[in-house]
């Protein structure tokens, strides 16, 4: 194989014995179909029923059943590989892969090899410092999932639960694009955002309905494709940025030590940060493919693939590129507000009539600081976007002083309730009286006459007054109030 155009950037490189080494990166994702039914039985999908519960007789594989295709799930690989920017073909093939499975009851697992549902597409990656990196789809195609094989309820016998076997997944194949651990876990992210606002997969990793293959070579700058090694099953994108580091330095060690990679598939061990090996790779031939005789190619008219785009939501890059454009935002934080269709949404709702840079900074620095903080979603915000809404109205017209705001959004966020009517009962409201403003100044420049002299003859020293004042008036003195009258107090422009 030739090695691909794209080259590591020299930051990127890992430094060796021997000099530099560039990491080649492809995977293997395999998101869960969201659908109520398995992809070839009406077996219910549903996560966490009693073990075996959701089994059909296509499922346990008794003699007789035959296969019938979920058109949910051809819909829903359609849509994703509409959301890749893919080829879609019209017609595919569902094939036998014939290897032991413990705990897929037929012995083979109907996938798709050579004639997948979808083709070539991409995915743009936005990197650090406003750098984007394309990143090639080479395919994805339709498969079965396996059951649960569990070891530890008895000292004797393996326990096996077919819940999951049969469940439609879709394994969406890279191209070795990808030349550091922090691309692929971009890339992942941004996969599973994009399946999330199309509705074909959650994306929770917890639960294995999206986990990744993660294969990872090394060779020297410029130099053909090392052999690589495949690491099975991460199911979190933290692992896998550790799984890639440790095993590109694992590979730079045997290669600079004189030896040769051995071709295999390996385990990542979270707890002690390191792959290790699991089985000798197989080769496709080894699986012996073959067009499965129960299921008739599966083919479609591009009209029902017009017809799936044309329902297709705004998706993030183009959501990204909209909230640049209109609502003036930069680049960055459109990125961060359309990483979830919800917190896109949430922003959308708290922009409307009002200034959108000023929302942006409340949803993304505010809410999103504080929801992380208590480890919640967008989903689970205590406070709404009316009630951040409010919030930002109270400080547009003058009610309430920016420090305010904030600990009225924290009683909010804590308590709930109407933003007016908390700024109402708990005397929150902001002081305009130029009054109350010059007695409150008056006192502080009594208490401190040696710093009056000091900002007199160093006017960024009034800056300290201006907090003193704040202070003494519980933060709701009018900011702009406290300068323009603490300045002329001071003789001071």
């Known amino acids: 194989m030739n090695a691909p155009v794209r080259s590591a950037k020299p930051s990127q490189l890992l430094k060796g014995a021997t000099g530099d080494w560039e990491i080649v990166i492809g995977l293997e994702v395999h998101a869960q179909v969201n659908s109520n039914a398995k992809l070839f039985s009406g077996s219910s999908t549903e996560f966490g029923g009693e073990p075996n519960s959701h089994v059909s007789l296509v499922d346990a594989a008794m003699p007789g059943m035959l296969p019938v295709i979920n058109k949910e799930c051809v819909a829903q690989a359609v849509r994703t590989g509409l959301g890749l920017k893919a080829h879609i073909n019209l017609r595919s093939v569902f094939d036998r892969k014939n290897y032991f499975y413990p705990d897929l009851p037929q012995g083979y697992q109907i996938s798709q090899y050579k004639s997948p549902i979808v083709g070539e597409g991409e995915i743009v990656l936005d990197m650090p410092e406003g750098e984007t990196v394309v990143v090639g789809v080479e395919r994805l195609h339709l498969e079965q999932d396996a059951g649960k094989s569990i070891h530890d309820q008895s000292p004797t016998f393996s326990y096996v639960d077919l819940n999951r076997s049969g469940v439609a997944l879709m394994e969406i194949v890279s191209k070795p694009d990808m030349r550091s651990a922090e691309e692929a876990k971009a890339y992942v992210s941004k996969l599973r955002t994009i399946l999330r606002y199309l509705g074909t997969c959650d994306g929770d990793m917890e639960k294995g309905n999206l986990r990744a293959d993660v294969n990872v070579s090394v060779r020297k700058p410029g130099q053909p494709f090392g052999t690589r090694c495949e690491i099975k099953n991460v199911n979190?994108?933290?692992?896998?940025?550790?799984?890639?580091?440790?095993?590109?330095?694992?590979?730079?060690?045997?290669?600079?030590?004189?030896?040769?990679?051995?071709?295999?598939?390996?385990?990542?061990?979270?707890?002690?940060?390191?792959?290790?090996?699991?089985?000798?790779?197989?080769?496709?031939?080894?699986?012996?493919?073959?067009?499965?005789?129960?299921?008739?190619?599966?083919?479609?008219?591009?009209?029902?693939?017009?017809?799936?785009?044309?329902?297709?939501?705004?998706?993030?890059?183009?959501?990204?590129?909209?909230?640049?454009?209109?609502?003036?935002?930069?680049?960055?934080?459109?990125?961060?507000?359309?990483?979830?269709?919800?917190?896109?949404?949430?922003?959308?709702?708290?922009?409307?009539?009002?200034?959108?840079?000023?929302?942006?900074?409340?949803?993304?620095?505010?809410?999103?600081?504080?929801l992380n903080k208590d480890g919640k979603g967008i989903e689970d915000s205590p406070v709404s976007a009316d009630q951040l809404g409010a919030i930002i109205d109270l400080i547009g017209d003058g009610t309430i002083s920016g420090k305010i705001a904030k600990d009225l959004f924290e009683i909010v966020f804590t308590e709930g309730g109407d933003p007016r009517a908390i700024v109402e009962t708990r005397g929150l409201k902001q002081v305009t009286d130029t009054g109350a403003i010059e007695a409150a100044i008056d006192a502080v420049i009594a208490a401190n006459p040696d710093k009056v002299e000091q900002a007199k003859a160093k006017p960024t020293l009034a800056g300290w007054f201006v907090g003193q004042v704040m202070k003494s008036t519980g933060g709701k003195a009018n900011p702009q109030a406290v300068n323009d009258i603490l300045k002329k107090k001071l003789g001071i422009e």
């Open 236 to 370: 979190s994108i933290r692992f896998i940025g550790q799984a890639i580091e440790y095993e590109a330095r694992r590979q730079i060690g045997i290669l600079e030590d004189g030896g040769t990679i051995v071709q295999e598939t390996r385990l990542f061990d979270p707890g002690k940060g390191e792959t290790r090996s699991m089985r000798s790779k197989e080769e496709a031939h080894d699986y012996r493919y073959f067009p499965d005789p129960d299921l008739l190619p599966l083919e479609f008219e591009q009209a029902y693939v017009d017809a799936l785009a044309a329902e297709l939501p705004e998706l993030p890059d183009e959501k990204k590129a909209r909230f640049v454009r209109d609502y003036g935002v930069t680049p960055y934080d459109a990125m961060v507000l359309t990483l979830e269709r919800a917190s896109a949404d949430f922003f959308e709702q708290v922009a409307k009539g009002r200034d959108a840079k000023i929302a942006a900074n409340w949803v993304i620095n505010e809410l999103f600081g504080r």
